[in-house]
């Protein structure tokens, strides 16, 4: 066929070949070239630079080209270069020997198809929520732990898991080695309990790629501080933040989240029986869908993607490992560039939390510095406050001040405004703890006006009664009584035309 030829033995570039076709792209060495064999061999027979051939390096192709054409789209799909990948398994995923079994048989397709893979794996499910649960049992006399000795009871559920993956990997014949925070190491601040990753070395996992194309298997939620030594967790849901922090360290070229649903949805589909999965999400609006109440991603893992610019894979795994194409399209929503979603809707989601508590401040004198003197000791207190209605007084002397706290710190928090009564100046405190926060979202709201509106005729209608609201740019969220959050998401949902399920 052509001069120069470089024997590459039966590679498993061959497998990518559909019939007749004797082109593929691969990586050889850190180029991408585009492979050409000849008419009736399994052999390499030239080697030339990929883009020159046009050979497609995304990771996953589309399903449909714009003219709607499978075959060219499939085509394509298998002419993706090798890869380096991070695998995340939640919970539920590894919960038994089975499902941590059903995850290596993940994990091997993906070596199987010449990808190097760092996975990062969570507790058993239930696991923290036990050791957490032990931590308290253990007290006695004080009412709070040590977040040095929680941070390691807690951080012990990753390790087992991590451990029970590499021995089932390398019972499959693949080559797998467990690490945990401290080995890679995964360093962090020294917040106890809900540290933040300051700095992985991921160069040891490259190393190892390279020499022995060993898969790792991290521990996720877990960490060291460098100067006291000691083991750190980085709150609930943690490992999302280790994962797409181990895919920056290594410079992936994705980051694919597993976990019990295949996607991110329109809002949670164990509320909202007809919400449907989004094809892609803005890093934005997955942000603000995390923060104001969606779990399915731990927030400071959103914020990592969208400074490190991290593909995110949101997937489940529950799909059989061998029915899935390595190299064919999943389902599964893509994290991404607000850039790369085409078709962007008004309103991407609606996100609720049960987990809100409001206080009113009846009478408050209305004269500079009494946000100050309620705010400062809140904040002194380390309790956050969310949403702040104040109205303005009629007489010029009193007016009511409402605002919203985490329901964990609600009693904390009326204990502090209570005793900072004399500095503030108040008549009564009134406070609610079955109170939820309904969120919309959309990036689509920045160019269209109206959008809340709309709901607060719906949930009128309704009967429900909002009893605060806030806005931002892409979002407006609204506090109500904890009774009617599924009637409102609900309600919201079909309002905003998010039911239908997407073609
Ligand atoms: P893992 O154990 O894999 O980390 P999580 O339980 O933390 O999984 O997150 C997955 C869960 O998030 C889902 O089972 C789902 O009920 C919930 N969830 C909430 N909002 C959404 C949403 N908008 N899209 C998908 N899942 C959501
Ligand atoms: N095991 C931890 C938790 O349950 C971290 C995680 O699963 O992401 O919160
Ligand atoms: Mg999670």
Redesign the pocket.
């Known amino acids: 066929m052509t001069s120069n030829p470089v024997l590459v033995s039966k590679c498993s570039l061959h497998r990518w070949l559909p019939p007749g076709c004797r082109r593929a792209g691969a990586v050889i060495g850190r180029s991408l070239m585009t492979v050409y064999f000849s008419a009736n061999q399994p052999q390499i027979v030239k080697l030339q630079p990929a883009h020159r051939a046009g050979i497609n390096t995304r990771l996953f192709a589309p399903a449909r080209n714009h003219r709607g054409n499978r075959r060219a789209c499939r085509r394509r799909a298998r002419t993706i270069a090798m890869a380096r990948l991070v695998m995340k398994f939640?919970g539920t995923s590894v919960a038994d020997i089975d499902r941590i079994r059903n995850v290596a048989r993940h994990v091997k397709r993906e070596v199987d198809a010449g990808h190097d893979v760092a996975v990062v794996v969570s507790a058993m499910a239930g696991t923290t929520d036990r050791l957490v649960a032990w931590c308290a049992a253990a007290l006695q006399k004080r009412h709070i732990f040590d977040a040095r000795e929680y941070d390691a009871v807690v951080a012990t559920g990753e390790q087992v898991t991590a451990g029970l993956l590499a021995i089932t990997l390398q019972d499959m014949d693949i080559n797998a080695r467990s690490w945990q925070g401290w080995q890679l190491p995964i360093l962090t601040s020294n917040v106890h309990a809900s540290a933040r990753i300051l700095d992985i070395n991921g160069a040891e996992i490259i190393k190892r790629f390279g020499e022995r194309k060993e898969v790792a298997v991290i521990a996720g939620f877990q960490g060291l501080h460098k100067e006291t030594g000691r083991i750190t967790t980085l709150g609930r849901?943690g490992?999302?933040t280790s994962a797409v922090a181990v895919a920056a360290a290594i410079r992936a070229d994705r980051c694919d989240i597993y976990?019990d649903v295949d996607g991110v949805y329109t809002s949670d589909p164990r509320v909202v029986p007809h919400a449907h999965r989004l094809e892609k999400i803005a890093f934005e609006e997955m942000l603000e869908l995390a923060s104001l109440g969606a779990?399915v991603m731990?927030v400071r893992s959103i914020e990592l993607g969208m400074v490190h610019n991290v593909r995110i894979f949101v997937r489940s795994s529950f799909d059989r490992p061998e029915d899935i194409d390595p190299h064919g399209s999943p389902p599964g929503t893509l994290i991404c560039d607000e850039e790369e979603i085409v078709e962007q809707q008004v309103v991407t989601g609606i996100a609720f939390s049960r987990d809100e508590a409001q206080i009113s401040i009846r009478q408050v004198q209305d004269k500079p510095g009494v946000a100050a003197a309620i705010f400062g000791p809140l904040a002194e207190a380390s309790i956050n406050v969310d949403m702040i209605v104040q109205n303005v007084s009629a007489d010029g002397k009193t007016t009511d001040l409402t605002f919203t706290v985490p329901s964990g710190d609600y009693q904390r928090a009326l204990d502090v405004v209570g005793k900072a009564k004399q500095t503030i100046g108040y008549a009564r405190l009134d406070g609610a703890a079955d109170v939820a926060k309904i969120s919309v979202i959309g990036i689509g709201m920045r160019s269209h006006a109206g959008v809340a509106a709309q709901a607060f005729r719906a949930l009128a209608e309704r009967a429900i009664n909002i009893r605060a609201i806030t806005t931002s740019e892409i979002k407006f969220s609204l506090l109500i009584d904890a009774a009617f959050t599924e009637l409102a998401v609900r309600t919201l949902h079909s309002l905003y035309g998010l039911d239908q399920a997407k073609p």
Do not use: R
Request: charged share 30%; no cysteine; hydrophobic share 0%.
């Open positions: 939640g849901g490992s999302d976990t779990k731990q």
